[in-house]
């Protein structure tokens, strides 16, 4: 099998861990719709024996995942919460994580409704200096858990800060890489241990799937994660393994029109009239826009805006005027959709906690497609009037 790890990352989008299947020729990676594999003898199989630990289909994704982010493994789950939880899990009773104060409400719900139960406690932090992680670090500490771009404020944190700080008091770096992509940014490079993808999100792109991934380069590591996920059974199936492999095989290009379109709509967007502010980590007068320049290849197509009215019901009767644009949760798909945090997505952080970060309820975010961005303009001045 072609190693496509020193090439460009079209190349590798295509090609890395797929194959032509030996027994017919097929280009495409075959779904190996199979729960069992048949054994030569007790113990002596081809590499796969139970399709909970592996499965051909997922084994290639994980090789393509991988390459995409540089590194050298790749686990795949069940959703993006599955791969949040196996991180979590390698925690013990009275073990610290510092997170940010900015934080997708799913995650914020596990640590808080599931984790703080069980003894882990949470610090919710501003991330954007990374000076304040010194402030919480102590004998207990094991985790840094990190967003950037941040869901859904855009904060953005400078990961290889974040890094020196872990390796000096030697913590585990996780950084939630699904608002960039690896298209984008690539964690790894950076100094993180852990990069986790929403695969659901831009990686697979068409709104079909959900799952999750863990990328990492130290074997150990690794080895842990996957007992993880081989004795918790949080494993994705062949033909959702299936699904996002095509969908990467133009993620690039993809990406590509996510980043144009969400330039020309925030731009549009900044001089609205009913527009407060515009959270998107391209323009110059963005928190920590010269770090997002320097680890970002691009900036991406995930917008929110602050509407001047205030009130609930103003909100309310935009998100649900737009004609192109599509009221729903998630984002990352080819098709533009608009969403409102507050009850949707972060409907779990508590509304004074929300709102402390910037999820007040006249915050709406867009997650920009790749249709044409005229008709999308079209569409918010539609239904921003």
């Known amino acids: 099998m072609t190693d496509f790890s020193k090439h460009k990352f079209g190349t590798k989008a295509i090609h890395a861990g797929a194959e032509a299947d030996p027994s ?33 289909t997922r084994e290639a994704l994980q090789k ?11 686990i795949c789950f069940s959703s993006g919460m599955g791969a949040t939880d196996a991180v979590m899990r390698m925690l013990r009773p009275g073990d610290e994580v510092i997170t940010g104060d900015d934080l997708y409400g799913g ?25 304040n992680i010194k402030k919480h670090v102590n004998a207990n500490t094991k985790l840094i858990w990190a967003e950037t771009p941040t869901n859904p404020t855009m904060q ?33 490079a950076l100094g993180a241990d852990i990069v986790m993808h929403s695969v ?61 379109n969400g330039r020309k709509i925030a731009e549009y967007l900044k001089t609205h009239p009913k527009i407060e502010k515009v959270y998107w980590p391209g323009f110059t007068d963005h928190p920590n ?5 320097k680890q970002m290849r691009d900036f991406g197509g995930m917008i929110s805006i602050v509407l001047k009215d205030k009130t609930i019901e103003n909100t309310f009767k935009v998100a649900s005027s737009f004609k192109v644009f599509s009221l729903a949760e998630s984002l990352g798909g080819v098709e533009s959709l608009i969403n409102h945090p507050a009850t949707m997505t972060h409907s779990a952080i508590p509304k004074e906690d929300r709102e402390k970060s910037g999820v007040v309820d006249n915050l709406l975010r867009l997650s920009v497609g790749v249709e044409d961005f005229e008709d999308l303009i079209e569409d918010l001045k539609q239904a921003l009037a």
């Open 289 to 293: 826009h010269e770090i997002a320049k």
């Open 24 to 56: 017919t020729g097929a280009i495409m990676t075959p779904i190996f719709q199979t729960s069992t594999y048949v054994q030569e003898a007790p113990g002596k199989n081809k590499g796969f024996g139970y399709a909970r630990g592996k499965n051909p």
């Open 156 to 188: 953005i944190i400078d990961i290889a800060a974040c890094s020196k700080i872990a390796k000096d008091n030697n913590l585990l770096l996780a950084v939630d890489n699904t608002f960039a992509s690896p298209y984008l940014q690539n964690p790894l």
């Open 107 to 131: 995650s914020y719900r596990l640590f808080t409704k599931i984790y703080e139960n069980y003894g882990i406690k949470f610090h919710f932090i501003n991330l954007t200096n990374a000076e």
């Open 64 to 74: 393509n995942i991988a390459a995409l982010e540089n590194g050298k493994y790749c």
């Open 200 to 260: 659901t999100k831009y990686l697979g792109g068409h709104s079909d799937v959900v799952m999750g991934a863990l990328v990492v380069n130290d074997e150990k590591l690794h080895e842990q994660i996957y007992f993880i996920l081989n004795s918790c059974g949080a494993n994705p199936g062949p033909m959702d393994c299936f699904l996002v492999m095509r969908g990467i095989k133009t993620l690039h290009l993809r990406m590509e029109r996510h980043c144009f």
